[in-house]
């Protein structure tokens, strides 16, 4: 068994007219023996325990439910108990009735891809009459009185509606959520409003009460002077400090040469002694 190099590599198949070196071999989850490709399933090899972990239901013709048979068991006696507990033939014709669009006149045979359940009214419709206005949906049973479009859900509270008034019921659902939600943005307005005008009206009142109290609440950074008002620093700032603040129309500038420090009020006059004196060059 195996190879000169690895010589337990590999296993026979159990089954005695194979016998085959399988170095991939099958093991089986029922009886645990090994097999090879050929052998691996439950039938090639007769697997004596290949019965042991099967699953098979019967469907009840009476009850339409489904009834599990016990491996060790006769099926007899499995359908008997069935029969005489759990077994109700009145669920027959749920199990078996084929769910359908309720719109009168529609026969679509409803299913998981074809059906949508309305918000409003809780039921299913086909695709077709999946909308309010077509399946003639009465509308929601309770109202979220949180819900901004509460008038949009609302139903009249003198009369029942009829089938026949179902579009204008939605017409007029519409107008009285637009309604609504403009009443709401005006109320909203009018609250800044009146927010902003009070926060002025504080801002104006501060400023009387400082000014009719005559603190000095303004101080000038270069003299130190305090005023009450900002228009009385501003007065003094340009009366007393902008002429000191403007350069002397008789001021001279000197310009220095940096080798013999000799100074020069014309710019020109230095720069021809530096090349008359210095050779052409500033350098110390």
């Not at 026979?12 to 090994?34: A, I, K, Y």
Request: aromatic fraction near 6%; hydrophobic fraction near 30%.
């Amino acid at each position: 068994m195996g190879t000169p190099a690895f010589p337990n590599l590999g296993k026979h198949c159990n089954v005695g007219d194979c016998r085959q070196l399988d170095f991939l071999p099958f093991t089986c989850d029922r009886c645990n023996q090994v097999f090879c490709l050929q052998h691996r399933s439950y039938i090639n090899h007769q697997c004596p325990n290949a019965n042991q972990k099967d699953v098979t239901v019967l469907i009840c013709p009476l009850c339409a439910k489904g009834v599990r048979l016990v491996p060790d068991q006769d099926p007899n006696i499995t359908w008997d108990s069935h029969v005489n507990t759990d077994c109700d033939p009145s669920n027959y014709q749920k199990a078996t009735k084929k769910r359908r669009c309720p719109v009168p006149g529609c026969k679509e045979v409803l299913n998981l891809s074809n059906s949508i359940r309305c918000r409003d009214c809780s039921k299913e419709h086909c695709l077709k009459h999946r909308f309010g206005l077509d399946h003639s949906c009465s509308g929601p049973k309770k109202t979220d009185s949180g819900f901004p479009f509460v008038g949009l859900f609302s139903k009249s509270q003198k009369s029942p509606q009829k089938s026949t008034s179902t579009s204008s019921w939605w017409g007029s659902g519409l107008m009285n959520a637009v309604s609504n939600f403009r009443a709401s943005a005006e109320s909203g307005i009018q609250k800044f409003s009146n927010a902003t005008t009070e926060a002025i009206q504080k801002a104006k009142t501060g400023i009387a009460e400082s000014s009719s109290t005559g603190e000095l609440v303004e101080q000038c950074v270069q003299c130190r002077a305090r005023f009450s008002t900002v228009s009385a620093l501003i007065d003094h700032v340009e009366r007393s400090h902008r002429q000191s603040s403007k350069p002397s129309a008789n001021r001279v500038t000197i310009d220095v040469c940096p080798k013999c420090s000799k100074g020069f009020r014309d710019p020109v006059a230095l720069v021809e002694h530096v090349e008359r004196d210095h050779g052409g060059t500033s350098l110390a």
